[in-house]
């Protein structure tokens, strides 16, 4: 059931670069023509569709200063990708593109005021159909327990790093110490490689994915460590 987040290194929002951006068609069909799997994130437009992007707010990868959540798909159609000729794909998408050639590990996006049940059932409504190797993960714990009471034949994890950043107090504590991991029994665990040696990373006795590694040193550095690797800027062995 779970041995695609172990079989091969995972591909970063794809294998951008070179004028390929991150999360784009471009990244995920050179991907899937590598015969990688595919780490990739989705959160919700304003008139809640299940788009592929990472960042809350759209400055860094198109120049404008909206954020996605306050964007209808239409709205977000009409940017580019770091100037390339490449849009914000929706989810739906992806799905078709990819059609089960690779695996894919869906992370959703904490989004500020979007409940657990919307974001899970939203999620599990568009994967409803869909035929291809997948797993789920969040930084946010509830969005995990929220989709696997609704898809319990999906592995689903909790991402994690000691580097919580604007994250303060209570949500900073749980982004380090996995600490609702009881709560929601994830199957796996997705921690930063910088911080790998976390108590909370230590401890846990399934699945450890390690993320980002950007060299293939890192990489067989970190495969001492963890089941796996999520990485960007080189193309592993």
Same mark, same amino acid.
């Given at each position: 059931?779970?041995?695609?987040?172990?079989?091969?290194?995972?591909?970063?929002?794809?294998?951008?670069?070179?004028?390929?951006?991150?999360?784009?068609?471009?990244?995920?069909?050179?991907?899937?023509?590598?015969?990688?799997?595919?780490?990739?994130?989705?959160?919700?437009?304003?008139?809640?569709?299940?788009?592929?992007?990472?960042?809350?707010?759209?400055?860094?990868?198109?120049?404008?200063?909206?954020?996605?959540?306050?964007?209808?798909?239409?709205?977000?159609?009409?940017?580019?990708?770091?100037?390339?000729?490449?849009?914000?794909?929706?989810?739906?998408? %992806?799905? $078709?593109? /990819?059609?089960?050639? +690779?695996?894919?590990?869906? &992370?959703?996006?904490?989004?500020? *005021?979007? =409940?657990?049940?919307?974001?899970?059932?939203?999620?599990?409504?568009?994967?409803?159909?869909?035929?291809?190797?997948?797993?789920?993960?969040?930084?946010?714990?509830?969005?995990?327990?929220?989709?696997?009471? %609704?898809? $319990?034949? /999906?592995?689903?994890? +909790?991402?994690?790093?000691? &580097?919580?950043?604007?994250?303060? *107090?209570? =949500?900073?504590?749980?982004?380090?110490?996995?600490?609702?991991?009881?709560?929601?029994?994830?199957?796996?665990?997705?921690?930063?490689?910088?911080?790998?040696?976390?108590?909370?990373?230590?401890?846990?006795?399934?699945? $450890?994915?390690?993320?980002?590694?950007?060299?293939?040193?890192?990489?067989?550095?970190?495969?001492?460590?963890?089941?796996?690797?999520?990485?960007?800027?080189?193309?592993?062995?």
């Amino acid at each position: 059931m779970y041995e695609f987040l172990t079989a091969k290194p995972i591909a970063h929002r794809g294998l951008h670069g070179d004028g390929v951006p991150e999360n784009s068609v471009a990244a995920f069909r050179a991907a899937i023509e590598a015969g990688f799997p595919i780490e990739t994130d989705v959160r919700l437009s304003a008139d809640d569709r299940l788009v592929v992007f990472h960042d809350d707010d759209l400055l860094r990868m198109t120049g404008d200063e909206r954020s996605v959540g306050e964007c209808t798909v239409s709205q977000l159609k009409h940017l580019r990708l770091e100037g390339a000729d490449e849009q914000i794909p929706l989810l739906s998408e %992806l799905l $078709r593109l /990819v059609a089960g050639r +690779v695996p894919l590990l869906i &992370e959703i996006k904490n989004m500020d *005021g979007v =409940k657990p049940k919307k974001i899970a059932a939203a999620l599990a409504k568009a994967l409803e159909n869909y035929r291809g190797e997948f797993a789920v993960q969040s930084f946010q714990p509830f969005y995990v327990k929220a989709f696997k009471k %609704l898809r $319990r034949d /999906v592995p689903c994890g +909790v991402l994690g790093t000691a &580097e919580a950043g604007a994250a303060k *107090g209570m =949500k900073a504590f749980t982004i380090r110490t996995l600490c609702f991991n009881f709560s929601v029994r994830p199957d796996f665990v997705s921690y930063r490689k910088e911080d790998f040696e976390q108590r909370s990373v230590r401890r846990f006795k399934k699945i $450890r994915l390690a993320w980002v590694v950007r060299s293939p040193k890192e990489a067989e550095d970190m495969r001492k460590r963890a089941d796996n690797v999520i990485f960007e800027g080189f193309l592993p062995e």
